[in-house]
């Protein structure tokens, strides 16, 4: 079987989970291609252990076709305008595999009352503006989602709880019938990242542990502020 993995966000770095699932796959005997809008620099210099394409033109269906591949999983956490993506594989007759954002959110909101990334208290006027400014919109952001599951032959999410959400959001808009696509699915981990021993210089430690990207919905001034607190009292 071949198959191509496709990231059409970040192009493919080795610690993330695209670069992560094609070793996975790689591990267990299937021929894979690391597909990417833009492949420069993303490996770190690194010498990735499998063949890489870099094409503008992965929203062509005679890309697909004369790629001849058996299956695509398409990184796309279903992020909007994926679609197009997703339908120019479909089209060229290719089963396709979409993975979905970790947290089965799908991305903010599908559910018109989702506000767990908001801060009404600490900023009323900023999470009001964001509030608006996403539910206006929705059904249609929604509707692109449910399409790209609908073209889908299968989604994927790495976590049971994930895939719990996802389907209350699918219930939610009346889509139970594509419940059936949701499957879970770990995601695998190179044992390199095991290989050597964390040294501990003290008994007491914070971590924190994700991305700190400095924007609303990662919640950084939450995670700061939590930390602050925890050094406080310990």
Request: with cysteine.
């Amino acid at each position: 079987m071949r198959v191509a993995v496709v990231d059409h966000f970040s192009g493919g770095i080795l610690y993330k989970d695209p670069a992560q699932i094609t070793l996975g796959l790689c591990d267990i005997g299937v021929e894979v291609l690391f597909v990417a809008r833009n492949l420069v620099n993303e490996f770190d210099g690194l010498q990735a252990p499998f063949p890489l394409l870099s094409s503008a033109a992965i929203e062509t269906v005679s890309f697909w076709s004369d790629l001849s591949v058996d299956a695509v999983l398409l990184i796309s956490r279903l992020a909007p305008d994926s679609e197009r993506i997703v339908a120019a594989i479909k089209a060229a007759g290719v089963r396709l595999i979409i993975k979905a954002d970790s947290d089965g959110t799908l991305g903010y909101p599908l559910v018109p009352n989702y506000l767990r990334t908001l801060s009404w208290r600490a900023e009323p006027l900023r999470t009001f503006l964001r509030h608006a400014k996403w539910r206006f919109p929705v059904r249609r952001y929604v509707g692109k989602k449910i399409e790209q599951i609908e073209m889908a032959d299968a989604v994927i999410v790495e976590s049971p709880k994930a895939r719990i959400n996802i389907l209350s959001i699918l219930k939610h808009w009346k889509c139970e019938h594509l419940n059936s696509k949701v499957r879970f699915v770990p995601n695998p981990v190179a044992p390199d990242v095991f290989a050597v021993d964390a040294m501990i210089a003290k008994k007491k430690l914070v971590m924190a542990v994700g991305r700190w990207d400095d924007f609303g919905p990662k919640n950084t001034h939450v995670m700061v502020q939590s930390i602050i607190e925890f050094l406080e009292l310990r």
